[in-house]
C-alpha cells in the first residue's frame, strides 16, 4: 500500500481560491453524509478552503451544500474523527493542517479483495470472542434480528439490503464486544468495505446461499463458547472469500 503522503504541492503552493457562492456546491438530496463527506474534501482539495481556514457557519454551508443541519453534523464528526477538519468550540470549524493526506479509509478503498478478507479475519476474530464474553440480552437480540433482514433480503434477492443486514449483524457482534477503540476501528473498515464486497455479489448470489454459519456463530456467541466462535469466524470468512472468488472467475 502507499504511504501516506502529501498531495503533490501541498506544502509548496496554494491554489488559486475559488469563490464559494450559496448553492454552487449542492449535492444530491438524496444524498448521505458521506457524500457531503468527500464533497467538502473535493474542496479542500481544490483550494477552496485551505488549510487553516475556518469553515463557513452550519447555517450557511448547510445551504450551501443543499443538506440539512443534522447531515452537516455527521459529516463534520467524520471528517473530525479522520483529521481533516479541527472543531474548536466557540471558534469554529477549520481545516486541519493533516487535510491533504490520504486517510485510513482512502488507502482501505484501494486494498485488493483479498487483503479485505484478511484485515477482517483479523478484526472479527478478536471482536467475537470478546462478544462471547461480554455479550448481553440485548446485544443478543440485535444480533437476532439483523439475522432475520438478513434472510429476508436474501429471499427477495435485494443485494443492497442483504449487505446492510449482514453488516448490522457484524457490527452488534462488535458491539457486543464492548471495546471503543476495536469498534470504531471496526466501523471504519465497514465503512470502506462495505460497498466493496457488495459489488462482488449479486441477487442470484444471495438467492442461492445455503448460510448457517451466522446462525451458528450467534448461538456460540450467546452461550459463551469460544472456541467454537473462533472456529466458525474462520470458517465463515474462508468460505465467503472462495465462493466469492469463484464469483468473480465466472465473470
Known amino acids: 500500500?502507499?504511504?501516506?503522503?502529501?498531495?503533490?504541492?501541498?506544502?509548496?503552493?496554494?491554489?488559486?481560491?475559488?469563490?464559494?457562492?450559496?448553492?454552487?456546491?449542492r449535492v444530491k438530496r438524496d444524498s448521505l453524509a458521506q457524500q457531503v463527506v468527500e464533497r467538502l474534501r473535493a474542496l479542500i482539495g481544490d483550494g477552496t478552503y485551505a488549510i487553516g481556514e475556518r469553515l463557513p457557519p452550519e447555517g450557511p454551508l448547510g445551504e450551501a451544500l443543499g443538506v440539512g443541519r443534522s447531515?452537516?453534523?455527521?459529516?463534520?464528526?467524520?471528517?473530525?474523527?479522520?483529521?481533516i477538519v479541527d472543531v474548536r468550540h466557540g471558534e469554529g470549524t477549520f481545516v486541519a493542517?493533516?487535510?491533504?493526506?490520504?486517510?485510513?479509509?482512502?488507502?482501505?478503498?484501494?486494498?485488493?479483495?483479498?487483503?479485505?478478507?484478511?484485515?477482517?479475519?483479523?478484526?472479527?476474530?478478536?471482536?467475537?470472542?470478546?462478544?462471547?464474553?461480554?455479550?448481553?440480552?440485548?446485544?443478543?437480540?440485535?444480533?437476532?434480528?439483523?439475522?432475520?433482514?438478513?434472510?429476508?433480503?436474501?429471499?427477495?434477492g435485494d443485494v443492497d439490503a442483504y449487505g446492510n443486514a449482514d453488516f448490522s449483524f457484524h457490527l452488534a457482534v462488535a458491539r457486543a464486544a464492548k471495546n471503543a477503540a476495536l469498534y470504531d476501528m471496526y466501523a471504519s473498515f465497514v465503512e470502506v468495505a462495505k460497498p466493496v464486497l457488495n459489488a462482488t455479489i449479486d441477487a442470484s448470489y444471495i438467492r442461492n446461499e445455503h448460510d448457517t454459519l451466522h446462525e451458528a456463530l450467534c448461538d456460540a456467541i450467546s452461550e459463551g463458547q469460544l472456541p467454537k466462535v473462533r472456529k466458525l469466524v474462520r470458517s465463515h470468512l474462508h468460505t465467503s472469500r472462495e465462493s466469492i472468488k469463484a464469483l468473480l472467475t465466472t465473470d
Open 1 to 25: 500500500m502507499t504511504c501516506w503522503l502529501l498531495l503533490p504541492g501541498a506544502h509548496h503552493r496554494r491554489r488559486e481560491k475559488s469563490t464559494f457562492m450559496p448553492g454552487q456546491h
Open 71 to 83: 447531515t452537516l453534523r455527521e459529516a463534520m464528526r467524520v471528517l473530525s474523527s479522520r483529521g
Open 97 to 156: 493542517e493533516g487535510a491533504l493526506r490520504e486517510t485510513f479509509e482512502e488507502r482501505l478503498g484501494r486494498a485488493a479483495l483479498h487483503d479485505l478478507y484478511e484485515a477482517r479475519l483479523l478484526l472479527e476474530l478478536p471482536l467475537a470472542e470478546l462478544a462471547a464474553t461480554r455479550r448481553t440480552a440485548r446485544d443478543v437480540a440485535a444480533m437476532r434480528k439483523a439475522l432475520k433482514l438478513r434472510s429476508a433480503a436474501a429471499k427477495r
